[in-house]
């Protein structure tokens, strides 16, 4: 499915809206940096908000991978995923949304065979976009989530 840029537009800015009525609320909203990452001037790997964490999107990428499919991509993409929840205290099984950005429709059966290994049960609510390109050059899939913590 193809997700019109005004569309788009509209879930960012519903998803940021409820981050800065959260914020206004008073809410904590804590930066969840895993071991071995960092946070840049312009994004943090996850954050979360109450017993909620949202994860960046994160690519699957590897300068590493001489040969990427995208298969291989996605479920580096979810390892990373997996990462910002472990640090932030919670786990894949509790993923209750992503979005998946493809660059390629054509795609999108390899992508869901990886990604179905990460969500055996109970899949989290998803969409799936394909788009003209991803930030980093020749990347295949982006994938954001959030989750919820259990017992906060």
Do not use: H, W
């Amino acid at each position: 499915m193809r997700l019109s840029v005004l569309a788009a537009a509209a879930l960012l800015v519903a998803s940021a809206s409820l981050a800065s009525s959260a914020a206004a609320q008073g809410v904590d909203r804590t930066p969840v940096i895993p071991e071995g990452q960092r946070a840049s001037p312009t994004l943090t790997p996850g954050i979360r908000v109450g017993n909620i964490v949202y994860a960046s999107g994160q690519l699957g990428n590897s300068r590493a991978d001489s040969a990427p499919t995208i298969q291989s991509e996605t479920r580096r993409a979810l390892e990373n995923t997996k990462r910002v929840f472990e640090a932030a205290g919670t786990t894949m099984a509790n993923t209750i949304r992503c979005t998946v950005f493809l660059v390629d429709v054509a795609d999108f059966r390899g992508m869901n065979e990886a990604y179905a290994s990460f969500f055996p049960d109970s899949p989290p609510a998803r969409s799936t976009v394909v788009v003209a390109a991803l930030v980093v050059p020749n990347a295949k899939v982006e994938i954001e989530c959030m989750a919820a913590i259990p017992g906060k």
